[in-house]
């Protein structure tokens, strides 16, 4: 159930970057591009998206831990990006799927996705158990 939950807020993150014109992402819809082939395509990138998340990136956010300390973090933001292109690489191939026209603007993108996701991933959480109170 929590894949399927990542995989939708991943495609809605992507759909939000593709509406900002200035990062230069772009999903192509699969054929013949309606709305309804336009929000599967963004469904399957977002699962793909999820799967390189999940299995590269865990790989290479290990084995970058020493670059995590020597920049405070912020290689994670290339580190994402780096993920979002790989994404984009995996579906070049097909008539459909992401397209990310420069490295940096998928970082920038990525910056983007990774809010939203923040945001949507505080929304959705569990509340934990409140601790009672003593009276």
């Not at 292109?85 to 996705?113: K, M, N």
Request: proline letters at 4%.
């Amino acid at each position: 159930m929590r894949f399927i939950i990542r995989v939708v807020v991943n495609a809605f993150s992507l759909w939000v970057v593709t509406l900002i014109p200035v990062l230069q992402v772009s999903v192509i819809a699969f054929p013949p591009g309606e709305t309804l082939q336009l929000v599967l395509t963004l469904l399957a990138v977002g699962a793909i998206f999820a799967l390189v998340n999940t299995i590269i990136g865990t790989i290479v956010k290990v084995l970058a831990f020493p670059l995590y300390i020597l920049t405070f973090g912020l290689i994670g933001f290339v580190i994402n990006g780096f993920l979002l292109w790989l994404t984009a690489w995996f579906t070049s191939g097909l008539d459909w799927g992401l397209r990310v026209e420069h490295f940096w603007w998928g970082v920038v993108a990525a910056l983007v996705i990774s809010i939203i996701n923040g945001i949507f991933g505080f929304i959705l959480r569990p509340q934990s158990k409140r601790s009672r109170r003593r009276d």
